[in-house]
């Protein structure tokens, strides 16, 4: 079996009761039959807690690397941009054998 990093995504919300759920409730939420009730809590495993943490840098992370794509603008423009074939085939087989499990 494969894991990538969407499999480590939970869904919190689905496994917590909301407080608009609570008052539908026939005692309104307000006891539970060993007494009141208490506030739901959530404990992360550290793995899960880096794993949030990751996603949070990520997303200050810029979608495009404008210097990079600034750069290869200027080659093209000048005519000294090149392709090297035989990195993007090793690149593609890399890629292909990480996605296979090689």
Do not use: F, W
Not at 13 to 29: N, R, S, Y
Not at 89 to 97: K, L, P, S, V
């Amino acid at each position: 079996m494969k894991i990538n990093d969407q499999s480590a995504y939970i869904n919190l919300e689905a496994h917590t009761m909301k407080a608009a759920d609570v008052a539908h409730q026939p005692d309104g939420g307000a006891r539970h039959e060993n007494g009141p009730l208490s506030a739901d809590k959530v404990v992360l495993s550290p793995k899960a807690r880096e794993l949030q943490d990751a996603r949070v840098e990520l997303a200050k992370l810029p979608d495009v690397d404008a210097q990079h794509v600034a750069r290869i603008q200027h080659q093209i423009e000048k005519g000294t941009y090149r392709i090297d074939g035989g990195q993007i085939a090793e690149r593609m087989i890399a890629e292909m054998r990480l996605n296979s499990g090689l």
